[in-house]
């Protein structure tokens, strides 16, 4: 069975401190793609960054940056120097490959504070 | 736009009415995901159309639940004879294929039954 596990339900940080949201996934699959999403209080969820199981490079983009670590089945995301309008619930997000279905976790509900 | 979009965004119905939820995917996307979003929680995977073939029906949490693609397009999601613990955010997603590929969020029909 698949799951996604994010520990952490709501984060506050001050304006410009750094902070990670933390997501643990399980699955026996050896191809899978992990996933962020972004959903803002406006509701609709984006799309931020896909992972494939085979790549264990991180990556950065801007001020967001990704680790992924299969050794600890985890998918961590860090938002630099954050900002207001980075308040938002993040949900991090499993699938298989050839599968069908998305798992996804509880969400973390970030406020940063001006 | 070139976005998902629902209808409607909001809907107020009373305990054992029938309920229609439209999803339209974005141009070209072959996938086609149904979800629920309760009040903090979060997605639970409903349903799932890939092109012409058979839907995966494993997330309907009953029978009263149930969905419809056309011409492989357009997706409309009815709930029969509504209760209460049916009120939620109703979230649709299409992606350009199955598992691999991202899905794109519409901005959701939030459902209340009184």
């Known amino acids: 069975a698949q799951k996604v596990t994010q520990a952490q339900t709501e984060i506050s940080v001050v304006e410009k401190e750094d902070v990670t949201l933390d997501c643990v996934y399980e699955t026996r699959d050896t191809t899978y793609y992990l996933f962020w999403y972004k959903q803002p209080p406006s509701g609709e969820l984006v799309f931020l960054i896909r992972?494939?199981?085979?790549?264990?490079q991180n990556e950065i983009s801007g001020r967001y940056s990704w680790n992924f670590q299969k050794s600890t089945s985890s998918f961590n995301f860090t938002i630099t120097a954050s900002q207001v309008v980075d308040s938002a619930v993040y949900f991090c997000?499993?699938?298989?490959?050839?599968?069908?279905?998305?798992?996804f976790g509880t969400g973390t509900s970030l406020t940063v504070i001006p | 736009g070139a976005g998902v979009s629902q209808s409607p965004s909001n809907k107020v119905t009373e305990k054992g009415k029938d309920v229609e939820l439209r999803c339209d995917p974005i141009s070209g996307h072959t996938a086609l995901y149904w979800y629920r979003q309760s009040l903090g929680q979060g997605l639970e995977f409903l349903i799932y159309f890939q092109g012409n073939s058979a839907p995966d029906k494993s997330g309907l949490p009953s029978d009263r639940f149930s969905a419809e693609r056309t011409g492989g397009s357009v997706s409309t999601l009815t709930i029969q004879r509504t209760q209460q613990e049916d009120s939620a955010v109703y979230l649709c997603a299409s992606s350009l294929g199955q598992g691999v590929t991202e899905q794109y969020f519409g901005p959701g029909t939030r459902l209340t039954v009184t």
């Open positions: 997000a499993l699938s298989l490959w050839g599968g069908n279905q998305f798992y």
């Open positions: 992972r494939n199981s085979f790549d264990e």
